[in-house]
């Protein structure tokens, strides 16, 4: 059981005292309302709904195709089942980069329609004017560096970011500025452990980290990887907690069975 239980509601105060007082803070992915339920329920400080739901719930190959209504769509039903945790939802990409207008539009609509805590955004100086904009209206932003899926294009590939100097000091700069811009988190996605921990080290707002080594603030999974749902992404950083695939697949098996052997339903299971 999360030792952080007593804490009724939990804010972005709550995630900058924490940091402050050096406990690490727990986050995970979460698109509907049942497993959102769970996870609130389990104690988890704070719930991300990824733009990951467009791998992990459309079977997108990327995290580019989702839209800001469907974000709107998994983030209610989130937000739904909430007690306790924070809500964090992503703005997709097309959202918000390249038009502060737009950006604030998207955010607003986020927290209007989905009921969200805060918003989360890819990129460091490059979308700024945006980051700005949100928080003129009082919306929180939590920023994302190192990895970020929505470039992937640019990119070209999924390895880990930042080996390069030049690339360390350039995530270095962004931290920086994000914090001084008024970015209440920041996420590190795929970066050494060495550079995440200096990151964390500098600035005193809470870095959570996903592949980035155990020096940061928190972590962050992806829910239906670290329960085994996904059945063929096993990335070195990725703890797996469970293997439902297989789980529900044999509980799929067994009623397949029950039913062609007229086993299900029994005496006691009708009316
Ligand atoms: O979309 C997502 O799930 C994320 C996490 C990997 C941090 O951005």
Redesign the pocket.
Known sequence: MSVHKDIKRVTTHVLQEMKTRGEKITML?AYDYSMAGILDDAGVDVL?V???ASNVMAGHET?LPITLDQMIYHGASVVRAVKRALVIV?LPFGSYQGNSRAALDSAVRIMKEAGAHAV?LEGGAEVQESIKRILSAGVPVMG?LGLTPQSIYKFGTYTVRAKEEAEAEKLLEDAELLQELGCFAI?L?KIPAKLAAKVAEKIWIPVIG?GAGGGVDGQ?L?THDMLGITKDFRPRFLRRYLDLYESIKGAVNQYIEDVRSRDFPNDKEQY
């Open positions: 992915t991300l990824g733009d990951s995290t992503d989360k994302h996420v996605e996903i962050v992806v």
